[in-house]
């Protein structure tokens, strides 16, 4: 039997993530209130979506519990945001009480896209396309690397024959850095099936990249957050990606220490989709309009191509926000195009692939009764 390559996601999960709803909740506010008392110097990013408005409860809720100080609340508006959403920051602030500081990037995202590049598939696929492209290594080498008896030799020799293109070496061979295949896991291309045939047969004609999120979010957080014993974000794990993959801070867990000397909470890491809907239905939760009235299951940076809905929400903001929806497609459409492209593609490679598999498979039943 094949083994399966578990990272320590699922190695180091605490005993409550397997928790019921309600005693789930009851650890989360058990772990919020000890962090808080331990490191009260802490601010937190409220991005007004379902998430953040699960979070922002549990908090104030235990804040009002057990006497706790003030917290910092602060909301990052990259400049392409539902009214929606900044109206539901507003009536949140007034709801709780509390101040939610928005903060706006000195380079905003139609500008760092236009500069850097657009968002693809994922953070991960953007990420490791985007040093593919500036690298302009052949694609070959997966299959060199496919077909090699000493895969380790091979990656060695890779590495020699392309300097400082250590990641994106993994990234398209789907491997590690010692050469053992790791063809399952979210940081290679294989994580979008067929997705190094795609871009072999169409390459892309614009520049891919993440960084828009990290010069509109990401670099704005870091210049708030810079002076706070204890940053408090509302990942969740079951959203997949980035926020699944553990990195050198812990996110396997839902607490840690930074190489900076900060301390991270994440209260809802382990919270399911299912934890959600039991949380907002007790407490009687509100979410925005871009939930409650355009039908949205999820927001953040509106449009943003790693959605895999994002064509398919604008069009439920549309009639609300038309505005919104045209800047969305000017920063974002040739993303949308090229995705649609690709899942054409994908889904004629799965019929081939599959017709392949039955055609094979009645020549094997036909071999049975001869």
């Known amino acids: 039997m094949k083994e399966v390559y578990k990272s320590k996601v699922y190695t180091e999960r605490p005993d409550y993530a397997d928790f019921n709803s309600p005693a789930k909740f009851m650890a989360i506010q058990s772990i919020v209130v000890k962090r808080l008392r331990e490191h009260p110097n802490a601010i937190c990013s409220y991005s007004g979506g379902a998430d953040s408005d699960i979070m922002i409860d549990i908090i104030e809720r235990a804040r009002d519990l057990f006497k706790l100080p003030p917290i910092k609340y602060c909301f990052f508006n990259t400049g392409l945001e539902m009214k929606a959403i900044k109206d539901h920051v507003k009536d949140t602030s007034e709801k709780y009480g509390v101040e939610i500081e928005e903060h706006r990037p000195k ?36 299959e060199e690397y496919e077909q090699a008896d000493d895969k380790a030799a091979k990656r060695k020799e890779l590495k020699e024959r392309y300097p400082k293109c250590e990641s994106v070496i993994n990234f398209l061979c789907c491997c590690n850095s010692s050469g053992e295949p790791r063809p399952d ?18 390459p892309p004609d614009f520049q891919i990249s993440a960084k828009c999120c990290d010069y509109c979010k990401k670099q704005v957080a870091h210049d708030v957050q810079k002076d706070y014993d204890m940053i408090i974000t509302g990942e969740r794990r079951a959203e997949g990606g980035m926020r699944s993959v553990p990195r050198k801070d812990n996110t396997a867990l839902c607490f840690g220490e930074q190489g900076n000397g900060q301390y991270r909470l994440r209260p809802l890491y382990y919270v ?39 064509v398919e929400d604008l069009e439920k903001i549309r009639p609300y926000e038309t505005n919104v929806v045209k800047a969305a497609w000017n920063v974002f459409g040739k993303s949308y195009e090229y995705r649609a492209k690709y899942n054409m593609y994908k889904a004629d490679r799965l019929r081939a692939d599959q017709e392949e598999k039955k055609n094979i498979n009645g020549q094997m039943n036909l071999f049975d009764f001869i």
């Open 272 to 310: 399911t989709d299912r934890d959600k809907a039991w949380y907002k239905e007790y407490y009687g939760i509100r979410y925005s309009d871009a939930y409650e009235v355009y039908g949205l299951t999820r927001t953040g940076c509106c449009g943003c191509p790693i959605s895999h809905k994002a």
């Open 185 to 202: 896991i979210q940081l290679v291309i294989n994580s979008s099936k067929y997705m190094r045939d795609f871009i072999g047969e169409y």
């Open 107 to 142: 380079v905003d995202i139609v500008t760092a896209s236009r500069t850097y590049g657009i968002p693809f598939v994922s953070k991960i696929m953007s990420s490791g396309l985007s040093e593919w492209q500036k690298k302009n290594i052949p694609l070959s080498i997966a």
